[in-house]
């Protein structure tokens, strides 16, 4: 039989709690988080030796992550789920307009106009709440020459293709009923050809007003363009007579597919 005093001397530790190490320990200088290793490391070996404890053992770095987890869903919450997606349709009448129709006789009629928007706006302010996107418009317009005018035909249809990003803001004025104000970048993608050759950027003002109940959008929308569709009065003296520019108004109908 061995003696006890031949033992290793370490075995009796492994039959100490680990309250009762800790005890021997100075607390001053052993901070909570050492505790808590030191803790689970020696349960550890007493598993290993046969000795089993159920005892709940405390992880701070575990703990931090929940915590972290926790904080990170409340925030993308809170922060995130305040844009909204919406899809518009419009339908209405656009035409040429310009200074010179009236002094030379020249006719400018209404024709259908059509357009779709997908917008993304932020409604965190209930005040004023900012919007952008992509819209595609076609604008159309008639122009009937006078009779006399033998070198060129009497009526003459125009029709342009706009891809737009539209960047505005929407204003709740009273309970479902707001205003609307868009600075639209027009870009021409096609249309009918035209003579001289209309340009391939437009910029415009489109306000308007609108009704909002559940997910819908009822509005009613005007767009005043501000460029010269074919740039001939780049070229002339008197600028203001010579500019054409594209008028439309608009009736919308929109619905918010879903918010992110």
Not at 178 to 187: D, E, H, M, Q, S
């Given at each position: 039989m061995v003696k006890?005093?031949r033992?290793p001397?370490?075995?009796?530790?492994f039959?100490?709690?680990a309250?009762?190490?800790l005890?021997f320990?100075?607390?001053?200088?052993?901070?909570?988080?050492s505790?808590?290793?030191?803790?689970?490391?020696l349960l550890?070996?007493n598993?290993?030796?046969?000795?089993q404890k159920?005892?709940?053992?405390f992880?701070?770095?575990?703990?931090?992550?929940?915590?972290?987890?926790?904080?990170?869903f409340?925030?993308s919450?809170?922060?995130?789920?305040?844009?909204?997606?919406s899809l518009?349709?419009?339908?209405?009448l656009s035409?040429?307009?310009?200074?010179?129709?009236?002094?030379?006789?020249?006719e400018?009629?209404f024709r259908?106009s059509t357009?779709?928007d997908?917008?993304?706006?932020?409604?965190?302010n209930k005040?004023?709440?900012?919007f952008?996107g992509?819209?595609?418009?076609?604008?159309?317009?008639n122009?009937?020459?006078?009779?006399?005018?033998?070198?060129v035909e009497e009526?003459?249809?125009?029709?342009?293709n706009?891809l737009?990003i539209p960047?505005?803001?929407d204003?709740p004025?009273?309970?479902?009923l707001?205003?609307?104000?868009?600075?639209?970048?027009?870009?021409l993608?096609g249309g009918?050809e035209?003579?001289?050759?209309a340009?391939?950027?437009?910029f415009?003002?489109?306000p308007?007003i609108?009704y909002?109940?559940d997910?819908?959008?009822?509005?009613?929308n005007y767009?005043?363009?501000?460029?010269?569709v074919?740039?001939?009065?780049e070229l002339?003296?008197?600028?203001?007579y010579?500019?054409?520019?594209?008028r439309a108004?608009?009736?919308?109908v929109?619905y918010k597919?879903f918010?992110f």
């Open positions: 006890a005093s033992l001397s370490f075995l009796p530790s039959r100490m709690k309250s009762n190490l005890a320990l100075p607390t001053k200088s052993l901070s909570s988080t505790k808590a290793t030191l803790n689970l490391s550890h070996k598993s290993h030796f046969g000795i159920n005892e709940f053992v992880n701070p770095l575990a703990f931090m992550k929940t915590k972290l987890i926790i904080l990170f409340f925030i919450g809170a922060v995130f789920s305040q844009f909204d997606l518009s349709a419009s339908g209405g035409k040429l307009n310009g200074q010179r129709f009236q002094n030379e006789n020249i400018s009629n259908f357009g779709l997908l917008l993304v706006q932020l409604n965190k005040h004023i709440q900012p952008a992509c819209s595609f418009y076609v604008l159309q317009s122009l009937v020459y006078p009779q006399d005018w033998s070198y009526d003459n249809h125009f029709r342009f706009f737009r960047i505005g803001i204003v004025v009273f309970k479902q707001g205003i609307r104000l868009a600075l639209v970048n027009g870009f993608v009918i035209t003579n001289p050759e340009i391939k950027y437009e415009g003002l489109q308007g609108s909002s109940f997910k819908w959008k009822v509005g009613l767009y005043h363009g501000l460029t010269d074919f740039s001939q009065a002339l003296e008197n600028t203001n010579w500019k054409i520019t594209n108004v608009y009736l919308t929109g597919l918010a």
